[in-house]
């Protein structure tokens, strides 16, 4: 009796050991099958962009296309600054200091995309001296904070580094 | 049963004869190259010495449309830092555009910025050499016969045409060419390349870099394929054991004998 | 179909009333299966794990690839160096296609040696050869995609075939082009082709195993048994078991190929793009369909050349009307045996000379294979149905006759 016993657990382990390592070998077989749709290496280096903003005037601001998104770049006057420092909390749909979506205050870098339905909102409009979203009525203040219209957050502040004073790495 | 494998063997015999039957080829050069074999990997400073070859010597024709200035720094290749592969690419000049204006560009290169070719289209490229195309080289290794032994005879098999050899004007002979004749000037030298690890420039040595470089080039993940490669085969031959003792235990109980 | 399966869950019976995909499964666990069958037998289940592998990687291959003449080679390129693990799949797929036909051939050769395809089971052989055919079409155009110089002039050639039709070979070819040479439109039409066919081959493999299923298998001794009885087993788990040992070693010889000489059984030139100015100086296909080219090249006259390639791939489906000895199995007919050896050893032959140069003695010799290929199933196969002598049958297939 003790005899089948023993071997009956030498077997059953002998199936498990199998299946456990044959499901392994088909997990390990699954990942490349699911990896490849991952952004590839050609995507992956276009994901930062290196620009140099060393042309652009005070009060201007350019666009650049950075995965496949535009970015807003604004050299931001000084009143400007003064206007988005000086904004109550309690006034903004979604708080945000204009401290903390800058590193250099004169640098506003920005996704130039609003955050209702998508649409790119227009510079130099709206009625607080930011950007207007022509689509359904969102306008942002000049740090591009929602100050009024549907839209629910402040436009999105992506990761950029300043690799010198000319150059912003976005991304 | 033993008809059946005496059989067996005739028939694998027979197929291994025919190995050498057509186009007998001429014996290349042999050179160790440490990427064959099941374990074989790239020599790191031979890659990047390849690739000062390729860019001194061959680049002024053949193009390498293929690759991408970051590729010099990913692994598996010959592994230049960040900074130089952003210096090596800053070196070229890269169309781009339309600008605002409408009008196309010239920048310098970035590492996401393919090779810049050293003609515009194949036609140039024709026409600047006698009529004959100077290949694209991203894939050379793998598109010739005897691979990277090959790419090495040729440039390694310069030699003297023999008594009564024809060769028009522009042709060279090359022991390694199908029908002897070649179209490029024998490109290497004793010295053509100053090497910046200060390794000595013989021809053979430029040859065996060049070519690591171009072998690098058209397999690009040969080390990822080779180390994969070898825990995938373990795996498997361990499971095969498992799954064999699985078998015989449970058809034991249908051929007691066994 | 078991018609006393039972589901042992609620649902299960619930589900099953509806659609009864556990009393199917319950079927296929079960069927009795000959307990004497070899390894030879484990092939259908290597090619069952080959149609897969080839769809799966197929289809994350196709999310990447670009069927245009201008950037298809650049595409495969692309999956080759940027995309994750793209080597891998890339070198699995076309490494994945030569072992979809070594096990084809193997599994084929199976069938001849026991008498597989004899009746009862004709239809199944009849299956199995439009399997073969449409594998063969889906080869051809899945070649031709990455669009190098063997891609382009093997579709060159092979169309052309299509002129040598009387009166209406030329509209016809043109049709198939989708223009007045192989070009885009032959490319795109082929990705949407090969894309397709494998489905096809799928419902088809659906009917080959559901046709089996009527008489059961054959075994080695090509004698008829009782289903279910002493001389079955269940399929699973002694039969699947088996199965995944042979898969294993199979997978082993795979990865061999993929992960160390990927490029060993194609052509270099096919690494050169294509360029319609230039032919290559041999144009080969791939290995599979060598014996085919060499029947092919055998003909002077280029209709006489297609129809006898036409003609070797249909007397293959006739066997079984061709082949009308009573005894299934090689094991017991000690003629036919030495003709099959021969049979192997003549497709060997014409497979070297289609990679051969089509003159001299290498046409000479392929002449000669060829005339034997039909001289085998139209002359040979027959006359020994009548005359030969075979050895006496066992009563069982457990009969102690057979050890060894």
């Not at chain 1, 649409?119 to 409009?125: A, E, F, H, Q, T």
């Not at chain 1, 689509?135 to 580094?161: F, L, Q, W």
């Not at chain 3, 080839?54 to 999310?63: K, P």
Request: proline content about 6%.
């Amino acid at each position: 009796m003790e005899k089948s016993g023993k071997k009956n657990n030498r077997r059953d382990f002998l199936f498990t050991a199998s299946y456990t390592i044959g499901a392994v070998g088909i997990g390990a077989t699954i990942w490349p099958f699911i990896d490849q749709m991952n952004p590839d290496s050609s995507v992956k280096a276009l994901a930062t962009t290196e620009v140099n903003i060393s042309q652009i005037e005070p009060g201007k601001s350019i666009t650049v296309l950075w995965r496949g998104k535009p970015v807003f770049i604004k050299r931001r006057t000084q009143s400007e600054i003064s206007e988005a420092q000086s904004v109550d909390l309690n006034e903004l749909k979604h708080p945000e200091k204009d401290e903390d979506r800058v590193k250099k205050s004169e640098w506003l870098v920005m996704l130039g995309i609003c955050t209702h339905l998508g649409c790119v909102p227009l510079s130099n409009k709206g009625e607080y001296n930011g950007w207007f979203c022509p689509c359904h009525g969102s306008h942002y203040d000049t740090s591009g904070r929602i100050r009024k219209g549907p839209a629910p957050v402040n436009m999105e502040i992506p990761k950029y580094e300043f690799v010198d004073s000319n150059t912003i790495k976005i991304g | 049963m033993f008809k059946k494998n005496l059989k067996f063997s005739l028939i694998i015999l027979f197929l291994i004869s025919f190995t050498n039957l057509f186009g007998a080829d001429k014996e290349l050069m042999k050179v160790n190259w440490s990427f064959k074999g099941i374990t074989g990997k790239f020599d790191r400073s031979s890659l990047q010495r390849g690739y000062q070859v390729y860019n001194e010597v061959c680049a002024s024709c053949h193009s390498m449309d293929l690759l991408s200035y970051r590729n010099l720094g990913e692994k598996g290749g010959p592994e230049f830092s960040v900074d130089q592969v952003k210096a090596i690419a800053a070196n070229f000049e890269v169309t781009d555009g339309p600008d605002s204006q409408g009008e196309m560009f010239t920048r310098p290169g970035r590492p996401s910025d393919k090779f810049v070719s050293p003609y515009p289209n194949v036609q140039a490229s024709m026409a600047a050499n006698g009529g004959s195309y100077p290949p694209d080289m991203s894939v050379l290794v793998k598109a010739r016969k005897g691979g990277a032994d090959y790419i090495y005879s040729v440039l390694m098999g310069y030699e003297e045409a023999p008594e009564g050899f024809e060769l028009e004007d522009g042709v060279y002979y090359n022991k390694y060419m199908d029908g002897n004749k070649i179209k490029m000037v024998k490109p290497l030298a004793e010295g053509s390349v100053s090497y910046s690890d200060g390794t000595e420039a013989t021809e053979s040595q430029m040859a065996m870099d060049v070519t690591t470089f171009l072998t690098w080039a058209s397999e690009p993940h040969l080390e990822a394929r080779h180390q994969i490669g070898l825990k995938v085969i373990m795996y498997l031959i361990i499971l095969t054991i498992l799954v064999y003792l699985s078998m015989r235990r449970l058809w034991s109980r249908i051929n007691p004998e066994e | 179909m078991s018609d006393n399966y039972v589901p042992s869950s609620k649902f299960g019976k619930w589900f099953n009333d509806r659609l009864p995909l556990l009393s199917l499964s319950a079927h296929l666990r079960e069927y009795p299966t000959p307990k004497n069958l070899n390894y030879w037998w484990t092939f259908g289940a290597i090619l069952t794990f080959c149609l897969v592998a080839q769809i799966a990687t197929g289809i994350v291959l196709a999310m990447h690839y670009v069927a245009h003449a201008d950037l298809a080679f650049n595409s495969i390129e692309h999956i080759m160096r940027d995309i994750n693990y793209g080597w891998l799949l890339r070198y699995l797929h076309s490494n994945g296609s030569s072992m979809f036909f070594l096990a084809v051939y193997i599994h084929i050769f199976r069938s001849l040696f026991y008498g597989s395809h004899k009746s009862p089971r004709e239809i199944i052989w009849v299956l199995g050869m439009l399997i073969y055919i449409l594998m063969m079409a889906t080869a051809f155009m899945g070649y031709v995609l990455p669009w190098g110089q063997m891609s382009f002039w093997a579709a060159t050639v092979i169309t052309n075939l299509f002129t040598a039709i009387p009166l209406i070979g030329d509209s016809i070819t043109t049709w198939f082009w989708g223009g007045y040479a192989v070009d885009n439109p032959t490319l795109n039409r082929f990705f949407s082709l090969h894309y397709l066919f494998p489905f096809l081959i799928l419902g088809l493999v659906i009917l080959h195993i559901w046709a089996l299923h009527v008489p059961g298998n054959n075994n080695p001794t090509g004698i008829e048994i009782q289903k279910p009885s002493k001389d079955t087993v269940p399929f699973h788990p002694y039969i699947t078991m088996k199965d995944i040992f042979a898969l294993l070693i199979f997978l082993i010889i795979f990865c061999g190929f993929v992960f160390f000489s990927p490029n060993i059984l194609g052509h270099p030139d096919n690494y050169i793009p294509a360029n319609p100015m230039v032919t290559p100086s041999h144009i080969v296909p791939e290995w599979y369909l060598l014996p085919f080219y060499a029947i092919l090249r055998s003909v002077p006259d280029k209709l006489g050349g297609v129809i006898l390639l036409f003609a070797s791939l249909f007397i293959l489906v006739g066997l079984p009307w061709l082949d009308r000895s009573k005894v299934k199995s090689a094991i017991f007919r000690p003629i036919y045996k030495w003709f099959f050896w021969l049979l192997v050893l003549d497709v060997l032959v014409l497979g070297y000379m289609g990679a051969a140069p089509a003159e001299g003695t290498y046409l000479l010799i392929a002449r000669v294979a060829t005339a034997y290929y039909f001289l085998h199933f139209l002359v040979i196969l027959p006359v020994l149905s009548s005359v030969e002598k075979t050895d006496p049958l066992p009563l069982s297939i457990s009969d102690p006759v057979l050890k060894g």
